[in-house]
């Protein structure tokens, strides 16, 4: 597709829409000031890091250690300072209008590599199957202690943009006794787009970005006003798994990544799904960071509610990961009306990933993954 000089246009989010992005492109060309790349601790080991390998006295003592042997890769330990937790209880109050729900759930972090300055995209494919099987594992293991625990969010902070107060790449899990607005939001609108059309938005989404091809013409001079090419959102595809740029980003280098076969559980993944998943996560990453040298991102896993309104939506939703890179801050206007803006045209971003050339960035030997 040919880049016009400047896209100015509010797009609905197709799974949310009460969800709208404003793509202004012409605010990407306003003054300001150079930000150089933050830079990146690469130190394999740090003495003061309480999640290097040698510092577990460091922390609360490990949920579980993948493998499960004194050499761990990944580690698994109760959050110092939970957001929710089951240490205490209250009973929910309603105060007039005013009404509280018990903030009972789990906060715990996964340490996701041994190695203090690793990057996901420098992480070997066996280890990122070991890390999202930990994953599943450890949301599986929640769901069960407790049937209270309506939804299980696994994500992952990484850099101070993001929200990350620790250097070490590490994700976290919360589980909680409410669905979050987003996925409530989420299932809800792909199942009423279920009802009304008997087939998986997702899988629509997905259907659309490898088959679907348009142009729409000026009705008065005949000039093309938009061309929509196959493939033109994809950039990455693996056998079992696609990434896509959504056509209504939030963030100017936005990719979702989802299985090519509908399921609506992670917890369902196979051993061959979580190999082909590392491989196109491996190679988004490297794309991410190719073009955002020093990226700062949050991702995140959206998987079917365990809550008894999500109960039939089997067919209607789709589980998969989120992630966001974090390259400006929300303005105002942004937090005053809801309204995302992105200053980069997702057809633009979605060109620069997939042509990045990945021999030029190769994955680091075996030496520099090994945990």
């Known amino acids: 597709m ?12 197709p799974i949310i829409p009460t969800e709208s992005v404003l793509v202004a492109t012409a ?3 306003r003054p300001k000031k150079a930000e150089q790349p933050v830079a990146r601790d690469r130190r394999p080991h740090v003495g003061t890091c309480p999640f290097c390998y040698g510092n577990e ?4 003592p490990a949920i579980a250690t993948y493998p499960e042997q004194e050499q761990w890769h990944i580690r698994i330990v109760e959050n110092l300072y939970p957001v929710l937790g089951d240490d205490h209880r209250y009973r929910n109050l309603n105060l007039g209008l005013q009404q509280t729900i018990d903030g009972y759930g789990r906060h715990e972090v996964i340490i996701d590599h041994s190695q203090h300055g690793i990057a996901v995209h420098e992480m070997s494919n066996e280890h990122l199957v070991e890390l999202f099987s930990a994953y599943r594992i450890r949301m599986e293991q929640l769901y069960q202690s ?14 101070p943009a993001a929200g990350a107060s620790i250097p070490h790449t590490h994700s976290q899990i919360i589980g909680m006794p409410v669905v979050p607005h987003n996925v409530r939001a989420e299932v809800d609108h792909s199942r009423l787009y279920y009802t009304k059309n008997h ?22 001079s005949g000039a093309i006003q938009r061309r929509i090419s196959v493939g033109q959102y994809v950039v990455e595809r693996g056998e079992r798994f696609i990434a896509i740029k959504p056509f209504a980003s939030r963030y100017e280098w936005e990719v979702h990544i989802l299985p090519l076969t509908h399921d609506a559980e992670f917890l369902r993944v196979t051993p061959a799904d979580l190999a082909d998943l590392a491989q196109v996560l491996r190679r988004t990453m490297a ?7 020093g990226a700062q991102y949050n991702y995140f896993l959206h998987s079917l509610p365990h809550s008894p309104d999500s109960r039939g939506c089997e067919a209607s939703y789709h ?7 974090r390259t400006s801050i929300p303005s105002g206007f942004e937090l005053g009306s809801g309204l995302f803006v992105n200053t980069i045209s997702p057809e633009e971003a979605a060109l620069k990933l997939r042509s990045v050339d990945l021999d030029q960035h190769p994955a680091p030997g075996k030496a520099a993954q090994s945990a």
């Open 199 to 220: 087939h998986c938005i997702f899988c629509s989404l997905i259907d659309e970005a490898l088959t679907f091809e348009a142009t729409i013409y000026d009705r008065d």
């Open 287 to 293: 794309r991410l960071e190719a073009v955002i040298e």
């Open 57 to 60: 006295h460091m922390t609360p």
């Open 27 to 29: 605010r990407n060309m």
């Open 2 to 13: 040919t880049e016009t000089p400047s896209v100015r246009e509010i797009r609905i989010n």
């Open 146 to 159: 407790n049937e209270q625990l309506r939804y299980v969010l696994v994500f992952k902070n990484f850099g």
């Open 319 to 325: 589980w998969h990961l989120e992630i966001c890179p």
